[in-house]
Each structure stands twice: as C-alpha cells, then as structure tokens.
C-alpha cells in the first residue's frame, strides 16, 4: 500500500425532496445517474483501492448492479440510515474490513470531483512528517499522523448579511466565514472512532463530528464546480456541464438469400416468413431458422453499420439452438448490441427480390412488424419490393432475397474505443 492510497465513501442516501419527484442522485445526466459520477471520480484516480456507496432502503441492489457493470469490484452498495450521520456510520462500518488508512467521504449530489481537488488534498494528508523530538531522550521521531481531517471550502464572493423576515439585519465579515464543500478527507481510524463516539448526534458534515473532539480540521481551496444539486438552478447548471455527446452517422448494408425447397405447386400451400409476417405461398424455403431474408439482410446491415460480425458469427447454423427459429430473435439481439453501444438506430431501407409472393399487399404489415422489432417510428421503415423480370435465380423462382440498408448514429467516444 502506498501512502497515497485511499477509499471512498459516497452517500447517496438522501430523498432529494427540494427537487421533488425522482431522488436526485438518480437524476440523468447524459444517460447515467448522477451518483455514478461522483463513484467514477473517486473510483478512477490511480490511488482509490475501494469504496462504499451508501444508498436509500431497498436500492442496494441496483447500486450493486451498476458498480458491476462499470467493472467497479472493490466498491460495494449499502443500505443507509435515517439521518445523514446514520448512513456515513453504516458506510463506515462497511469499509472497517478493508482496513482503510484515509477515507474520502463525499455527497453523490456534488457529482462534479475535478481531480486537482483530490490530489491536493492527499498532497497535504501525506505531506512529510514533521519531526517530534522527546524531551527526555533528545530522540526524533517522525509524526505521519499528525492531520486526521481535511475539508475543501470556498471563500463567499457575495455579501454576506443576517435577514429577518426578509430585513436584513446586520452583516457579517466575509474574511471570517468560509462555505465548505465535500469531500472531506479523514484519517479512516479517526473519523471511524467519532462516528461510534457521537452516533445519533445530526450532524450535517462530518468536519463538525472533528471539531466537536477538537481535533484540527484542515482548510483547502475548495472548487465552485463541485457544487451540490439541490435546486432545479443547480440542475439546469449540472446540465450545462456535461457536454451533449457528439453522435456521428453510421451506414450498415445486409444482403440475404434462400433457396425455395421445390418447384412451385399450387395445389401444396404453405407459407415463407417476410420481413416478419407469415406469407402463404406455394413454395417453402430451405433454411436452418424460419429463412425470414428480409429479417436476415436488416439484421446484418445493423451488425455491419457497428462493425460487428454478421448474422452467422452470432447465431451459427451449427447450433441446434437455432432450429427453425423465429427470426425475431436476431433482429433484437443486433437492436441489443446496437443500444450497448450506445447507438440508435435512425432508418432501414428493405428491398425483396422475387417473382412471388406478392409483397404489396402484406407491406403496411411488415413496416407495423418491423417498427415493432426495432423500436422505430413507421415513418422510419420502408419495405420495397421488385422482381427480376424472370431471368436469373429470381427469375426462374428457385430463391428469393433481400438488400437492407440502415442509419445509425453512434456516440463518437463510443467509437474511438
Ligand atoms: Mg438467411
């Protein structure tokens, strides 16, 4: 363990009611909680071995979900308390196995952490011993403990007055009074110990438990940005800070094939899958899974437009699992892999090519079907139809196919990966 090395405690346990409606860390910012960023802040610096995120009753295990699908595995999710000093004790006691040497206990409703704060304040927890020199021996011994708590605070630029019923009333010297923020940084043993010696005592930080056993609390320019989301203000500011991802376009193209299985037989009716709707016809189509071309070609331009296999890199012939199964299932599997990439799908294109069936009375059935899959609007999806004027493969009805191109957008970070 380095001197540097630390553990996080984030509380996440508060209802938010100022803001009314969803609690506030579970906001959305850009797609992800607001409590994940204060996690990912703590989580990412090279020197944080673990955290807990202390959350409200019965959430537990969401925040453990998430923690694990950011691959967070020294984190752990706990249920909070009734009052905020409640939760930081819970959260505490937590961490107490992973043997913690400086815990950093912050507000997931402050989700901005620039990592400049972070390093200044370890700076000055592991600042050089100071030398002690014993009186009787003359021996000098080095102190590294001599700060147990560090708080980040910001000196108010306003005016500062006392109000009485909308008077005001008096004023006050700003050079006396300072706003201070979290994190707060705390020798883990000490703060440990405080939470146990005043537990159920309300106090709303947790410098206040240290400065009621007086013990010294250690000032450092704190950072306006690591602001707390109380009101709808805030919000609208918190919104402002996260830059819109940028989205760029993205072109996938699919192309499918079946072979019928015997010349056609007015007398035999069947029917072929298209572009998910059953079609009766008098020809059936050899194929592993229901041989749905339409479905297949659209499946694949999705893949393609993310660069992500094909059809049969997925969901191999090979694989009795796929045994004439309903093409559906490879149109949202690729709809899934699209969305883990944060991608949307903007429009498809569809063109079947064959001699029959005829498309064009089944067609408003296939864009209601395929919008249904695929989560698009109708006016997103187009289904087209052509024959081959009898000449070729097509022509002579011994298959059918189909083209499908689609649009997608994808986050540019996602694909700088
Ligand atoms: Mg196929």
Known sequence: MSDFDFHALILA???????????????????????LYAVLALASHPSCRGGVIVCPDGEAAYHATKLAEYQLNHWTAVTGGAERQDSVKAGLEQLLAMKPKAVFIHDAARPFLP???????????NQHPTE????????????????KAIVPALSPADSLKTVNDNLVTGQIDREQVIRVQTPQLFHFDTIYELHQRFSGAGFTDDSSLAEEAGIPIHVIDGDPRTFKITTESDWIMA?????????????????DVHRFEHPADTDKRTHIMLCGIAIDHDQSVIAHSDGDVGLHALTDAILGAIGDGDIGTHFPPSD?????????????DACRRLAENSGKLVNCDITIIAEA????????????????????????????????????????????????????????????K
């Open 13 to 35: 346990a508060g209802q938010g009611s100022r803001l009314g409606g969803t609690p506030k860390q579970y906001r959305q910012l850009q797609g992800r909680d607001i409590w």
């Open 115 to 125: 990592r400049d704060m972070i390093d200044r304040m370890l700076g000055l927890f």
């Open 132 to 147: 002690k020199t014993d009186r009787k021996t003359g021996k000098k011994t080095a102190d590294h403990n001599d700060i």
């Open 239 to 255: 919104q402002m800070m996260v830059p819109a991802q940028t989205m760029i376009s993205r072109v996938g193209f699919g192309y």
């Open 320 to 332: 009795e699992k796929w045994l004439h199964a309903s093409s559906d299932v490879f149109l949202i």
């Open 357 to 416: 069936p005829k498309v064009l009375p089944h067609r408003n059935a296939m864009v209601a079907r395929l919008a249904e899959l695929t989560g698009l609007d109708q006016h997103a999806v187009s289904v087209k139809a052509t024959t081959s004027e009898g000449m070729g493969f097509i022509g002579h009805k011994q298959g059918l196919a189909a083209h499908a191109v689609v649009s997608v957008l994808l986050p540019v970070s996602g694909m700088e």
